[in-house]
């Protein structure tokens, strides 16, 4: 049996969760770009794991949760974006999103729910790829030219133990593109 300061940390470590806010792609346009990928396998040459629960991140927030009673207004729509390119943010492959609307939604709840983040600057993207190696010639891709659709906005926890670079940050494992589990990345602006 452990002392009581044991017990303390211990308490901490299972309450103190930060906010993850985020867009689902939506069927039609996951099934555009999971296609894209297995045609573009060969300029691509993937090591990493490639993203089935493809979604734009619109908090990352390592500030703990919301006190108990408040309720974030999550919303519905659809939302249409355009895509401008791939980059890599991390050891992520991304496909970063021009949209004024995404960059003025999570500008809306960072004010109105005081959360912070582990990045300078709001890029809206959808994270295409984990694990993937920085000279990934991204340059060589052809333009995406299908509709990008967002949909539903969903929260989870994020444990502030786990944002140590690990993908467990969310304890949330999903089955990839490719059949092997992760958890989402946190380390880059997903």
Do not use: W
């Amino acid at each position: 049996m452990g002392n009581f300061m044991d017990f303390i940390n211990e308490e901490k470590l299972k309450t103190n969760k930060g906010v993850y806010i985020a867009l689902k792609v939506s069927e039609r346009s996951t099934l555009d770009i999971q296609n894209y990928i297995k045609e573009n396998l060969d300029i691509l040459n993937i090591s990493g794991e490639i993203v089935e629960d493809l979604h734009c991140t619109l908090i990352f927030s390592e500030r703990p949760a919301l006190p108990h009673g408040v309720e974030v207004n999550l919303k519905s729509y659809n939302i249409s974006v355009i895509s401008t390119h791939f980059s890599i943010f991390g050891d992520s492959l991304v496909l970063e999103l021009k949209s004024p609307e995404l960059i003025e939604r999570q500008e809306q709840l960072v004010k109105e729910y005081s959360f912070t983040s582990n990045f300078s600057e709001y890029k809206p993207h959808i994270s295409i790829a984990y694990g993937v190696d920085a000279n990934l010639p991204v340059h060589s891709l052809p333009k995406v030219t299908f509709a990008l659709e967002l949909e539903q906005e969903y929260m989870e926890d994020l444990n502030i133990k786990d944002t140590d670079g690990s993908k467990n940050a969310l304890n949330n494992g999903k089955e990839t593109l490719f059949g092997k589990e992760m958890g989402k990345e946190n380390k880059g602006n997903k």
